[in-house]
């Protein structure tokens, strides 16, 4: 593991991780994987959802916004996560997925926080 954990492969509703299977929204810090990520308002991603990327302070954050993009990510949320000296790249899932493994390949201190439906 260059830069993290490395995604083997994600469908609707389904990812796996360094060959472990998730069906649930997942957040991937350096260090490892939290499954069974929930946000407040569902669809909308606040910061406040983010408190465990922002204890890691990665310096890019990866965030798939489900398999059609349909979670939003609010000019407030990618303001603070800046302010925190986070990037912020944002993304339909299966993109974000792509992204993530590339750049984690190349050794960067990346998160990703992955919606895995709509």
Known sequence: MAGGPQIDSYKFGRIEIDGQTYTDDVIILPDGVRGGWWREEGHRLKVSDLSSVLEASPATLVVGQ??????????????????????????????????????????????AALHLTC
């Open 66 to 111: 489900g398999a059609y993009g349909r979670m939003t990510v609010p000019t407030e949320t990618i303001a603070s996560l800046e302010e925190a000296g986070i990037e912020t790249i944002c993304m339909p899932t299966a993109l974000a997925v792509e992204i993530y493994n590339e750049r984690s390949r190349r050794g960067e201190n990346l998160a």
